[in-house]
């Protein structure tokens, strides 16, 4: 889910009125810099809009966004240069991704006292739905549905104990992976060379774990079960790079970075990760994104930075005020530029420093 924070009345009714008209306008946000770190405005997207969850699609030029609207959440395609939105279905779930071509649209449906886990693809110029699956019967308990693109018009979708490769253009499931018991899924999360599917899942005591797949041969490469992750609650996050995978999670009010070796899943000891004041350990909220040839980390404090994907050594740190109590990395452009991120009022494209 994407973190949604407060901002003033006054730009939440200016972008009300846009919105109202069928039109968004840019955000003109100032630029502000720190050590080579810039961010602008890109779109006002302040809380009386709603807005839940979203993404963006770079060449495109569109930012997907999922707002809620009486017991559901209203779809709607908004060009990033504020051009005219389109508006789409409503659907009952709010996770969103992007793969193979589609929007996906996924979550825990409430059906009384139950849920039922569900997913659905939309297609990226209309914003009709293309096809709809339901992925469990009601349940007592809520889950988890993770997405991945699986390459060659595939998308990687994963619940409870099962992880499902599905063909965008047909809707067949053409691969079915399932999870020792005990796991559930929380993220699943592919390496840019498409040669390693990590599945991340919440444990039967409270921790998580990491499973590392061929997606080819669907054969369990590593897994760390018993490892770093015990003291995560509320499920990780996963970003795949060359070399390895990034976990992020929390262990209550505070949370941590760490980065699993892709060869056995162990821990590679990160730069300074020890010290009191770590880049590697926050408050609240961080997330991660890999793009260009670096791995970006953004924390809730406003701190930003781009590390050596395989090593974490820092390449530029810096601090945006834009980011603070947002700390939310979205897509990036081409070779990382620009990397689009939320702040409390905005989407905004952020450019990094040479050294990344």
Request: charge should be positive.
């Amino acid at each position: 889910m994407r973190k949604r924070v407060a901002i003033t009345t006054g730009a939440a009714l200016a972008a009300l009125a846009c919105m109202a008209s069928g039109q968004v306008a840019a955000a003109a946000a100032p630029a502000v810099a720190s050590a080579g770190w810039s961010a602008r405005g890109v779109l006002g997207e302040p809380p009386a809009l709603g807005i839940i969850n979203q993404v963006v699609d770079p060449p495109a030029g569109v930012d997907y966004v999922l707002a809620s609207e009486g017991r559901g959440y209203r779809l709607r395609r908004m060009p990033l240069s504020g051009a005219f939105v389109t508006v789409g279905p409503k659907f009952p779930v709010f996770g969103i991704s992007l793969g193979a071509g589609s929007v996906w649209v996924y979550g825990a449906r409430p059906a009384g006292h139950s849920v039922s886990l569900v997913l659905y693809q939309v297609n990226r110029s209309t914003l009709a739905v293309t096809r709809s699956w339901q992925l469990s019967g009601n349940q007592s308990r809520s889950g988890f549905v993770a997405v991945a693109p699986g390459g060659s018009g595939t998308e990687w979708v994963g619940f409870l104990r099962t992880v499902l490769r599905i063909n965008a253009s047909s809707g067949a499931i053409v691969s079915r992976i399932r999870l020792h018991s005990g796991l559930t899924v929380s993220d699943l999360s592919v390496d840019p060379a498409g040669r390693h599917l990590y599945v991340v899942a919440n444990t039967s005591v409270s921790g998580s774990a990491v499973v590392e797949f061929d997606p080819a041969s669907l054969r369990e490469l590593a897994s760390n079960s018993r490892g770093d992750l015990r003291f995560s609650v509320g499920g990780a996050s996963a970003t795949a790079v060359p070399g390895g995978v990034w976990i992020s999670f929390r262990t209550g009010m505070l949370g941590e970075t760490l980065l699993l070796s892709q060869r056995n899943l162990r821990m590679v000891k990160l730069p300074g990760a020890t010290k009191p004041r770590s880049l590697f350990h926050w408050v609240m909220f961080a997330s991660t994104e890999y793009a260009g040839r670096s791995l970006y980390l953004a924390r809730q404090d406003g701190i930003i930075a781009c590390l050596n994907p395989r090593t974490g050594a820092v390449r530029s740190r810096g601090r945006l005020s834009q980011l603070v109590n947002a700390g939310q990395l979205l897509q990036a452009g081409r070779h990382g530029r620009p990397l689009y991120g939320l702040s409390p009022s905005a989407l905004i494209a952020i450019s990094s420093p040479a050294a990344c």
